[in-house]
């Protein structure tokens, strides 16, 4: 099983991103998708979920109205799609797939909001 993440970078105050987060090895719609991001010194945060077949989704308040998470099951892929960014969201992204007992991390995308 692999999960990657991808999409993560520099961006300005105010700016855009979406990240991926594609997963081999698994039948990838059955599982749910977690985005939790953590920096140095603080818990890891929960960001946003999605169920398997993507009608469900919640968001920490911290983000609402600001980030979007989706999927394309077709690509075995997931998505976080953020907007309106703050250098408070700075943080290494990551991506939790998982079903029952079973959950695949991947390895994290840093996001860094700067000017």
């Known amino acids: 099983v692999q999960v990657v993440e991808s999409g993560g970078g520099l961006v300005q105050p105010g700016g855009s991103l979406r990240l991926s987060c594609a997963a081999s090895?698994?039948?990838?719609?059955?599982?749910?998708v977690r985005w939790y991001r953590q920096t140095p010194g603080k818990e890891r945060e929960l960001v946003a979920v999605i169920s398997s077949g993507g009608l469900t989704t919640n968001y920490a308040d911290s983000v609402k109205g600001r980030f979007t998470i989706s999927r394309d099951n077709a690509k075995n892929t997931a998505y976080l799609q953020m907007k309106s960014l703050k250098p408070e969201d700075t943080a290494v992204y990551s991506c939790?797939?998982?079903?029952?007992?079973?959950?695949?991390w991947g390895q994290g995308t840093q996001v860094t909001v700067s000017s």
């Open positions: 090895g698994v039948t990838f719609s059955t599982y749910a």
């Open positions: 939790r797939v998982h079903l029952g007992s079973r959950a695949y």
